[in-house]
């Protein structure tokens, strides 16, 4: 399963750090409308400052070429490595690592093009825009139709997967019906889904660019960029909704992770895929219209680092990405701090969650019998079983023939910890499955417990205790 | 037709947002009949309050620039009355223009040629 989730984090590290790099460094950049996300003007193109600029968009685009090289050699290890210890956690922090660090040669040029632009004595006017009135509210590319049926799809394989839970149909004799596992699962990729839409719509909306002073050049560029846009989001969609949420069918039939894994793979492949063609036809709109873009908007400095749009006098939430594919947040609207903060603390919790998955990897369980408990402990006392309420203990000497599906808790490789469904009853469960060995255990109440220790010895040792006290 | 908007500017949004829709008018860019974006939709892309334009939009009505209506929005009068002289304010704000340009040592033919200009193409 470990090995999956290597393959997965893979195709989904290795394209977006190339993608990221055919976006943010520039290779031709006299046809770029932005150079380090600052503002490519008439003023570039004299020798000295061209040579400087190429000198720019060298240093960098050479740094961001090395890194993604060394990121994408190192995937290949941790893939091919698929035995490591904590390679999860391995995983989640190199792809932190690898996302943050493709952005870091963006930063030094966009600073160094600012400083060029500050040498030539550039500045830029503030507080001016341009709006084009035939451009507003006209230029639309995403059809509410085109996202409907993805959608009423979506929404049909999620009442599906609840019927099946609820038992009112049934689809297979499958361990995973009741534990509401496809439900949670097809739930959660429909909302992915109605989130794709609601940013695909967002996005559709977006201010129209203004690039000359022909209304009709503006309508066509506009139009040209949001219908590849359009494009982009309702693939997406259908990716999601079909492939994924018949995927998680074949779970609910299957009851196998290995097929939803898979499914999840070419999932991300196929939106991968999606997300390329996007950026390689917004590249070739640019270029298209490079000639025709008569208006500078020089709004450099209101984007802290090329990245960070942060404009006071702006009404909009919403603005255009200058560095990459989508929409940032203005900065320093209410709702956009609010967000912003709501950002950072997200990104700090996802790091205790890798953080605290890494120590999971890293502590081995212990079991044993103290005080006239049976203990599970890994960080923490997970279950205490006191000895006199255990009705029976039956010794499993191979774990793998029975039938286990995860409804809530932790499922790794070398730890299956939490609420599982086994051969159909509702168990705690507290194992390292790869020593095979477990022991059942049922209460006077009637809860089922299937447990093991470190190692074969150490469950051997506790079932012996036990056998001899009941 | 662009509009330029100059945040800094002494001169307020709603009456730039005004004065170019007017020169817009005048040299053609804006034919009568013409649609006009919504209050909310022109705010919304300009990154403005709604307000701002709506004064705009309201100053181009009282002024018979345009017309507005609930079922069709904003539109460009067909025809606009002519009425053959400069208002009163508009002769302080060009004798001003005059004397700074004598000041700053703008011949009179110059001054009378950037009006023909002026004048000419926005005919």
Redesign the interface.
């Given at each position: 399963m470990d090995a999956f989730f290597g393959i997965i984090m893979f195709i989904c590290l290795v394209p977006t750090i190339w993608i990221t790099y055919a976006l943010l460094y520039p290779r031709k950049w006299k046809e770029k409308k932005l150079i380090f996300g600052v503002t490519n003007r008439k003023e570039f193109e004299g020798p000295d400052v061209s040579d400087k600029i190429d000198a720019i968009t060298d240093k960098n685009n050479k740094a961001a070429f090395r890194l993604n090289m060394v990121f994408t050699v190192i995937s290949v290890l941790l893939l091919i490595l698929g035995t490591l210890p904590m390679r999860t956690f391995i995983w989640v922090m190199f792809v932190f690592i690898a996302i943050f660090a493709i952005s870091v040669p963006y930063v030094y040029g966009n600073k160094e093009m600012k400083a060029l632009k500050k040498s030539l004595g550039i500045i830029a006017?503030?507080?001016?825009?341009?709006?084009?009135?035939?451009t507003?509210?006209t230029v639309r590319a995403l059809k509410p139709a085109s996202v409907i049926l993805p959608n009423i799809v979506g929404a049909l394989t999620v009442i599906i997967a609840l019927l099946s839970d609820l038992k009112v149909i049934k689809i297979a004799d499958s361990p995973a019906s009741g534990t509401f596992l496809a439900t949670a699962v097809c739930g959660s990729i429909f909302l992915v889904g109605i989130m794709i839409t609601v940013i695909g719509f967002v996005m559709d909306r977006i201010?129209?660019e203004?690039i000359s002073?022909d209304?009709d050049i503006n309508a066509n560029y506009n139009r040209a960029k949001k219908k590849n846009m359009a494009k982009m989001f309702v693939l997406m969609m259908w990716a999601n909704t079909i492939f994924v949420c018949a995927l998680s069918l074949l779970e609910i039939l299957s009851g196998s992770g290995i097929v939803m894994i898979a499914g999840i793979g070419l999932y991300m492949i196929l939106v991968m895929g999606a997300l390329a063609v996007f950026v390689h036809t917004d590249q070739r709109i640019e270029k298209i219209y490079h000639k025709d873009m008569t208006?500078i908007q020089d709004d450099d400095d209101l984007w802290i680092a090329g990245m960070f749009y942060y404009?006071p006098?702006?009404?909009?939430l919403n603005i255009e990405k200058r560095a990459g594919v989508g929409s940032t947040i203005n900065m320093a609207h209410p709702a956009g701090k609010i967000i912003g903060f709501l950002g950072v603390l997200s990104i700090i919790f996802s790091l205790l969650v890798v953080i605290w998955t890494g120590m999971l990897e890293a502590t081995p369980i212990n079991l044993r019998i103290s005080d006239g408990s049976v203990i599970c402990h890994q960080l923490r006392d997970e279950y205490m079983i006191p000895v006199a309420e255990i009705e029976s203990a039956e010794y499993i000497d191979d774990i793998h023939t029975l039938s286990m599906v995860r409804t809530n808790g932790v499922g790794m490789d070398t730890l299956l910890k939490g609420n599982f469904s086994v051969n159909g009853e509702s168990c705690k469960v507290f194992l390292a499955p790869d020593k095979r060995v477990a022991i059942k255990i049922v209460t006077t109440s009637g809860r089922i417990y299937y447990i093991s220790g470190a190692t074969a010895a150490e469950t051997d040792s506790v079932y012996d205790q036990l056998s001899a006290s009941l | 037709?662009?509009?330029?908007?100059?945040?800094?500017?002494d001169i307020p949004i709603y009456m730039q947002i005004r004065n170019q829709i007017v020169m817009?008018i005048s040299s053609g860019e804006?034919e009568g009949g013409e649609q006009?974006?919504?209050v909310r939709?022109?705010?919304?892309?300009?990154?403005?309050?709604t307000m701002t334009v709506s004064k705009a939009y309201q100053l181009l009505k009282t002024e018979g620039y345009i017309m507005t209506d609930r079922k069709n929005g904003a539109r460009i009068r067909t025809s606009i009355q002519k009425q053959g002289s400069i208002s009163e304010s508009n002769k302080a704000e060009l004798k001003r223009i005059v004397s700074e340009a004598r000041l700053s040592g703008v011949s009179k033919a110059e001054l009378i040629g950037l009006l023909e200009e002026f004048y000419g193409t926005e005919s």
């Open positions: 006017e503030k507080g001016i825009s341009y709006t084009d009135l035939k507003v509210g201010k129209s203004v002073t209304s208006v404009n006098s702006d009404k909009r | 037709m662009i509009i330029r908007i100059n945040e800094l500017s817009g804006l006009l974006p919504t939709a022109l705010a919304m892309e300009m990154g403005i309050n």
